[in-house]
């Protein structure tokens, strides 16, 4: 019997380590995809709910959605998050992006390996005709030793039966090429997908512009009301994405 043909793919934008860019990337990803009626993004961000200001802009188009996962005692509800996913998948979008909140994401490892196994979430996935990818975010200084931790904890857990996708903020890892250079060997010997984010100077004009257009919630009109070089470092940023 022939598999059904998938039609839907879940991206889970993942990291538990705070401020290394998931919501950066979510916003970018959120005006590339602005005129694109089959995306839909979902701020699973319980604490800040960042995404869900900074995408204000796709309000009006009813394509922007929140999920609270947390329940009294600040823990993943495994039931509310399949079912969400489940009631989700019957919207008529094709492509879903999910912005996860630091206290979300730290708990995904634990929950896919004692509460639901790979192999469940992909029969699950599979019953629903959808694809899930886990987008990790990776930044360097500081933050990249739990980075890299983590991520070596969401392939423990769900590497075997699903798509991982490294992303490497560039912007944090400006000054740190030997961590760069670890994190394409890593990548190598666990057979993982490499992407890139964030070109982005800290504190040059299209840094500081484009931070004020993201907290007053605003999308390509804002950018283009920006100037041109604003819109042609925005689309830079945008056209390679791969979600």
Request: aromatic residues 8%; negative net charge; proline residues 2%.
């Amino acid at each position: 019997m022939t598999k059904p043909k998938i039609t839907k793919k879940f991206n889970f934008i993942i990291q538990s380590k705070g401020g290394v860019g998931k919501s950066f990337l979510t916003y970018i990803l959120g005006v590339k995809h602005e005129d694109n009626k089959d995306t839909y993004l979902l701020d699973v961000d319980g604490s800040t709910k960042t995404s869900t200001k900074q995408l204000k802009f796709l309000h009006d188009q009813k394509r922007i959605g929140k999920i609270d996962l947390l329940d009294k005692q600040e823990r993943i509800a495994r039931d509310k998050l399949f079912g969400s996913i489940e009631e989700i998948a019957e919207l008529s979008y094709t492509n879903y992006i999910l912005d996860f909140g630091a206290p979300e994401c730290e708990q995904l490892p634990a929950l896919f390996s004692r509460d639901v196994n790979q192999e469940d979430l992909k029969a699950f996935a599979d019953y629903l005709n959808i694809e899930l990818v886990f987008h990790v975010i990776i930044a360097g200084g500081t933050a990249y030793t739990a980075c890299v931790e983590y991520l070596n904890s969401i392939v423990r857990v769900v590497g075997k039966e699903f798509k991982i996708v490294v992303w490497m903020n560039e912007n944090t890892l400006l000054n740190y090429p030997q961590q760069i250079e670890e994190i394409h060997e890593h990548a190598k010997i666990l057979e993982l997908q490499i992407e890139k984010f964030g070109d982005v100077l800290t504190g040059s004009v299209f840094d500081i512009r484009i931070s004020q257009i993201m907290q007053r919630g605003l999308g390509l009109e804002g950018i283009d009301k920006s100037g041109q070089m604003i819109r042609v470092q925005m689309n830079k940023l945008t056209r390679d994405l791969i979600i």
